[in-house]
T-cell receptor, first 113, second 114 residues
Framework: DAGVTQSPTHLIKTRGQQVTLRCSPK?????VSWYQQALGQGPQFIFQ???????QRGNFPDRFSGHQFPNYSSELNVNALLLGDSALYLC????????????FGPGTRLTVL | AQSVTQPDIHITVSEGASLELRCNYS??????LFWYVQSPGQGLQLLLK??????LVQGIKGFEAEFKRSQSSFNLRKPSVHWSDAAEYFC????????????FGAGTTVTVRA
């Protein structure tokens, strides 16, 4: 049973560019959450997708957007990248039953130069 | 607003010694509480969780945690630390109905010396 998977593992971009990160949830899970973890900090909630809709959003600018597909996989898009967007981006999935427990993927390390 | 405080940024412990990591939370209702561990360059692995019931919860890798409502604390303990326990540990609170996010503390880095 595969856990949460994310791609790519690492990514290097320059300021002003756009990036797309991908996440496949754990089998049987229908909800995907995205978190940003800056170096030396705890993860910060970006948003959560459920039934292909953004259900809740954290305190992040509109440059951060997402999408959930019918197979429950999800994308995180960041436009007009800033140096401060450099971070580990974590995806977490949860099932409809037991929605209050989130299972995390290995993350995508984004470096903005 | 919910928040989590981990007072200790870094703890060094000898292999075989006991470990206790502190976590205090602020939450408007009975919280769901979690401890996660993160090895360098890795994602988060759930160690244990508290939803209700017995306030002493057992987790994986020999860890346990105790929920103390009067102190708003959820401290993590391990009786005998192994070198492989060196990692970063995060306490988290949430989610609940209509607020689905996890709120994390800043983390505690654990170093294990031989």
């Amino acid at each position: 049973d595969a856990g949460v998977t994310q791609s790519p593992t690492h990514l290097i971009k320059t300021r002003g560019q756009q990036v797309t990160l991908r996440c496949s949830p754990k089998s049987g899970h229908d909800t995907v959450s995205w978190y940003q973890q800056a170096l030396g900090q705890g993860p910060q909630f970006i948003f959560q997708y459920y039934e292909e809709e953004e259900r809740q959003r954290g305190n992040f600018p509109d440059r951060f957007s997402g999408h959930q597909f019918p197979n429950y996989s999800s994308e995180l898009n960041v436009n007009a990248l800033l140096l401060g967007d450099s971070a580990l981006y974590l995806c977490a999935s949860s099932p409809r039953q037991g929605w209050n427990e989130q299972f995390f993927g290995p993350g995508t390390r984004l470096t903005v130069l | 607003a919910q928040s989590v405080t981990q007072p200790d940024i870094h703890i060094t412990v000898s292999e075989g010694a006991s470990l206790e990591l502190r976590c205090n939370y602020s939450y408007g209702a009975t919280p769901y509480l979690f401890w996660y561990v993160q090895s360098p360059g890795q994602g988060l692995q759930l160690l244990l969780k508290y939803f209700s019931g017995d306030t002493l919860v057992q987790g994986i890798k020999g860890f346990e945690a105790e929920f103390k409502r009067s102190q708003s604390s959820f401290n993590l303990r391990k009786p005998s630390v192994h070198w492989s326990d060196a990692a970063e540990y995060f306490c988290a609170v949430g989610p609940r109905s209509n607020d689905y996010k996890l709120s994390f503390g800043a983390g505690t880095t654990v170093t294990v010396r031989a």
